[in-house]
């Protein structure tokens, strides 16, 4: 078996596509029947094939009803600021999200 390398990236080097700092804050408040929570991502910049990649920060928010034991309402927001960011080189990731979701359980 013959050991394939690359000489543009040493043995040792950090891994394609893998950011070598992340910081993730992820808060939550719950109160009765509501609660919200919010998670901030940044990740630091990395190197892709082609090129580099920028760092980048964004965040979700999200709300919850649960007005009966069965049934719960949650909005959700992803990528609140609306943020253009990349995670592969020239495939923009989406923009901001808005869901509505309603969940009975049985």
């Given at each position: 078996?013959?050991?394939?390398t690359n000489p543009d990236?040493?043995?040792?080097?950090?891994?394609?596509?893998?950011?070598?700092?992340?910081?993730?804050?992820?808060?939550?408040?719950?109160?009765?029947?509501?609660?919200?929570?919010?998670?901030?991502?940044?990740?630091?910049?990395?190197?892709?094939?082609?090129?580099?990649?920028?760092?980048?920060q964004i965040g979700d928010?999200?709300?919850?009803?649960?007005?009966?034991?069965?049934?719960?309402?949650?909005?959700?927001?992803?990528?609140?600021?609306?943020?253009?960011?990349?995670?592969?080189?020239?495939?923009?990731?989406?923009?901001?999200?808005?869901?509505?979701?309603?969940?009975?359980?049985?």
């Open positions: 078996v013959k050991s394939v990236y040493p043995a040792g080097s950090q891994l394609l596509y893998t950011p070598k700092h992340k910081l993730i804050l992820d808060m939550k408040m719950q109160r009765k029947k509501w609660s919200a929570h919010y998670t901030h991502r940044w990740v630091g910049s990395y190197q892709g094939i082609n090129g580099p990649i920028k760092a980048f928010l999200s709300a919850s009803y649960v007005p009966l034991d069965l049934l719960s309402i949650r909005f959700i927001v992803r990528n609140i600021w609306n943020h253009a960011y990349f995670q592969v080189e020239n495939r923009a990731m989406p923009g901001r999200q808005v869901t509505l979701q309603m969940r009975w359980t049985i």
